[in-house]
Nanobody, 115 residues
Framework: QAQFVESGGGLVQPGGSLRLSCAASGISFRIYFMGWYRQAPGKQRELVASIDSGGRTNYADSVKGRFTISRDNAKNTVYLQMNSLRPDDTAVYYC?????????WGQGTQVTVSS
C-alpha cells in the first residue's frame, strides 16, 4: 500500500533553516511527479515546489531563491530545503505524489517560524 511519511518540521526562528523529508513506500517512486504543498490557518493549500521524474523543478514565487526541492530515487525520498525562513512560511507542509490517476498525500508536518 502506498504511503508517504513526512518528517523534519518544527519550530525555527526567522532567518533559520529546516529540511523536510518525505519517504515513500509502496510505489514506483522514480516515475512519480512529487510536490510539496503547504496550508496555513484560514488559507487554501498551495503548491510550494515540485519536481518531476526527470528532476525538473518548479517553485512558487514566494519561495524562489530560498527553498530547494530535490529527490533521491535510491532512497524513495523527496526533500525540501528551506532557508531564510519567514513567519509567513508557517504552515502545515504536505508531500504529494502523482502518476496517472494516482494522487497521494502524506499526513503533513508542522513548520512554525517565530521568535
Amino acid at each position: 500500500q502506498a504511503q508517504f511519511v513526512e518528517s523534519g518540521g518544527g519550530l525555527v526562528q526567522p532567518g533559520g533553516s529546516l529540511r523536510l523529508s518525505c519517504a515513500a513506500s509502496g510505489i514506483s517512486f522514480r516515475i512519480y511527479f512529487m510536490g510539496w504543498y503547504r496550508q496555513a490557518p484560514g488559507k487554501q493549500r498551495e503548491l510550494v515546489a515540485s519536481i518531476d521524474s526527470g528532476g525538473r523543478t518548479n517553485y512558487a514565487d514566494s519561495v524562489k531563491g530560498r527553498f530547494t526541492i530535490s529527490r533521491d530515487n535510491a532512497k524513495n525520498t523527496v526533500y525540501l530545503q528551506m532557508n531564510s525562513l519567514r513567519p509567513d512560511d508557517t504552515a502545515v507542509y504536505y508531500c504529494n505524489g502523482r502518476f496517472g490517476l494516482n494522487d497521494r498525500w502524506g499526513q503533513g508536518t508542522q513548520v512554525t517560524v517565530s521568535s
